[in-house]
């Protein structure tokens, strides 16, 4: 547990130094520093929804090509992956 401590306060003094590195830049550069605008939970909502309408969009393009190469037998079809709900 010990071991995980040190090596987490580690990772996160790497990643703390790298991103005030890149602030400072920034603003040393002239750049307009504000902080991230936009509600998280509905970012993520978005993404999810965005993410199932392409798989969804997948789903519906393999069944479109099998009826276009259906020709009575099971030949060159393609497993349709089942939906949700």
């Known amino acids: ?5 040190v090596l987490a306060t580690g990772a996160l003094c790497i990643l ?3 991103l005030g590195a890149r602030v400072g830049q920034a603003a040393k550069n ?3 520093l ?3 605008e936009g509600n998280p ?3 993520f909502r978005e993404r ?4 199932e309408a392409e ?3 997948r789903r519906l393009d393999i069944i479109l ?4 190469r259906f020709d009575g037998t099971g030949q060159g079809q393609e497993d349709v992956p089942e939906g949700r709900g």
């Open 48 to 51: 999810e929804s965005r993410r």
């Open 34 to 36: 504000r902080p991230p």
């Open 55 to 57: 798989r969804e969009q």
């Open 16 to 18: 703390c130094f790298f």
């Open 41 to 43: 939970f509905r970012a």
């Open 1 to 5: 547990m010990t071991v995980f401590t």
């Open 30 to 32: 002239g750049e307009v």
């Open 65 to 68: 090509r099998n009826v276009e």
